[in-house]
């Protein structure tokens, strides 16, 4: 590494503490219903979403009321994006003239974005018509987010209210965090990308001669729309095939830079908001705290594996399946960035890192996507761990567990084992069956532990929403597409049902004054219980079957065997 490399790293640390009171303090009011700087541009509008839909937004409703609301408007936007890929042929906007997607396809990308996962088995340029990108993807890139929110905010008012089963009205959170925070963000951001270069047209394919004589054909497109909403709503995917190495989706340094910001922006903005929601910042500081040393971790550990002096490589440094434009520093940040913020996005094949390097990335999805996390559901994962916290801290002093003013009781210790497992589950019981049947093994592209860690990968990918993938793997098929859109639902409402019953369950509790005796959840002492919870319930789980895969396969690098 570099003098410029260690600059931009901190400029990226830097910026994203230095933004996260900004923009949390701005969400603090938006979702309060205070006054805020976007009420007389876009004022008007949230009016007359509310009285077009009947919508009442004062009125608020229990947990169970609010949670059947997110999953009909979630299976509605699942049907939908589903139909409009079955009849993609006889839609409008299609210049290249795209056959219909085959249904298992359709299912798997349906499933994904309404998810948050944006998990692609496909090449976008190849297979997806302008429509569909744009009036089903992205529309579902917004309202994938702004559910995450969603719930996060339902929770908040679990944990900050007494006595009440209300926890807000989901129409009314969907509504505001899309107008008031993802629509001027998403405009904002899609400016500054037109401007670094990023295409955003509605032209057919352009066919150009190259250098050497022969035709090519280049992809044309609204993507700069798509991109920004992708990063900025922690979706991830790519409107082309290459994702942000494309030169269309990320052609400059300073957009690189940008992309890589934008996905952790919202996440840990949020941080302070919750803190602000709950009534003490210092809860949403702590919150921060773990996050980034968590990060910074896994960023550490990923670039000295990528920049370790290797001989059985001649001790050059691991370039394979990077951008040249970008180099190892920014490949490594972007691939941290995206995996811990459940993103999915990537400047660099993840196939091509170092076996430590990609388990750093597969841990950080394997953790629950808590290191930032999704938007919204980052959040939320994370309260479920602080739960868990809490309880083995009573545990060990002999006192009832309190978070906030509220005891954590037996319901929301199992709600919360309940959260946790889900997602695990899916990881390790559908990567070994795939990894011992024909239909699972046919799409591997390399062998080995290798192999291992492209299925394992591509199922902690589905169950964490991450939607990030090895590169190596032809997910494409009907045994992939089936099983991991199944893991991708199991990992969003696995763990959404269960954190709204900890909502309402929160909500109904008095809150208890704190005293001499009470377990302090904003220091130090804590940051660092959490972190070993996190680690020891979200890793260890993993332990086996990461040591089966990328760490056999770092030690038979090292003896020179590659896969």
């Given amino acids: 590494m570099i003098t410029r490399d260690f600059i931009q790293i901190i400029l990226f640390i830097v910026l994203l503490i230095g933004l996260t009171p900004v923009l949390g303090n701005y969400m603090f009011k938006v979702f309060n219903g205070k006054k805020h700087i976007m009420i007389p541009v876009l004022g ?44 993609q042929a006889y839609l409008p906007l299609n210049p290249a003239h795209l056959t219909n997607v085959s249904w298992h396809s359709a299912f798997n990308t349906s499933v994904s974005f309404m998810t948050n996962t944006n998990w692609q088995g496909y090449a976008g340029e190849t297979t997806m018509s302008y429509f569909v990108q744009m009036i089903g993807l992205t529309v579902q890139n917004f309202v994938s987010a702004a559910t995450g929110i969603a719930v996060l905010l339902a929770l908040i008012r679990g944990i900050a209210r007494k006595t009440t089963d209300n926890l807000g009205n989901f129409w009314t959170d969907l509504t505001r965090s899309t107008l008031y925070v993802l629509l001027p963000l998403s405009i904002l951001f899609s400016i500054v990308l037109v401007g670094q270069g990023v295409v955003q047209n509605f032209k057919t394919y352009e066919t150009v001669q190259t250098l050497e004589g022969s035709q090519q054909i280049i992809p044309m497109g609204p993507a700069a729309s798509q991109i920004a909403i992708k990063q900025l709503g922690t979706n991830g995917g790519g409107f082309f095939n290459a994702n942000s190495a494309h030169p269309f989706e990320n052609p400059t340094p300073l957009s690189n830079f940008l992309e890589m910001l934008a996905i952790l922006l919202i996440p840990a903005a949020l941080t302070f908001t919750y803190g602000k929601m709950v009534g003490s910042t210092r809860q949403g500081w702590t919150i921060f705290s773990v996050m980034l040393i968590l990060l910074i971790a896994g960023l550490s550990i990923s670039l000295y594996a990528e ?14 399946g990077k951008e040249t434009r970008f180099g190892i520093t920014n490949s490594v940040l972007w691939s ?11 400047n660099a094949m993840h196939d091509s890192l170092s076996p430590i390097s990609g388990m750093i990335a597969m841990i950080n999805i394997m953790l ?51 959260a946790v497992l889900a997602p695990n589950i899916v990881i390790l019981l559908f990567a070994a ?14 062998s080995g532990p290798h192999g291992l860690s492209e299925i394992l990968y591509a199922y902690s990918s589905a169950a964490g929403n991450n939607g990030s993938a090895f590169a190596g793997l032809n997910a494409n098929t009907m045994f992939y597409n089936l099983t991991l859109g199944i893991g991708m639902l199991i990992g969003r409402f696995g763990i959404i049902i269960p954190v709204m019953a900890i909502a309402g369950s929160m909500g109904r509790k008095k809150i208890t004054p704190l005293s001499a005796g009470t377990f302090r959840t904003d220091n130090s002492l804590f940051i660092i219980l959490l972190i070993g919870v996190i680690i020891i319930i979200g890793g260890l789980t993993h332990f086996p ?19």
Avoid: C, D
Wanted: proline share 3%; charged share 10%; no cysteine.
């Fill in 44 to 87: 008007w509008l949230e009016k007359l979403i509310y009285k077009f839909t009947g919508v009442n937004s004062g009125e608020e409703a229990n947990w169970k009321t609010y949670t059947f609301g997110l999953l009909m408007f979630n299976l509605i936007g699942f049907v939908f994006v589903f139909l409009i890929q079955l009849f």
């Fill in 307 to 320: 920049y370790a002096h290797n001989p059985i490589f001649g001790n050059l440094h691991l370039m394979e």
């Fill in 336 to 346: 941290t960035s995206t995996s811990a913020a459940s993103n999915g996005s990537v």
């Fill in 368 to 418: 629950g996507e808590v290191i930032f996390g999704g938007v919204g559901a980052g959040l939320y994962g994370m309260v479920i761990f602080i739960i868990l916290t809490v309880f083995i801290a009573g545990l060990m002093v002999g006192r009832t567990p309190e978070y906030l003013g509220k005891k954590i009781n037996a319901f929301e210790v199992k709600m919360a084992i309940i």
């Fill in 433 to 446: 069956w795939a990894s011992v049947i024909q239909p699972g093994l046919s799409s591997l592209n390399n």
């Fill in 545 to 563: 079957a990461l040591s089966l895969g990328p760490v056999v396969e770092h030690l038979l690098m090292n003896l020179g065997i590659t896969f």
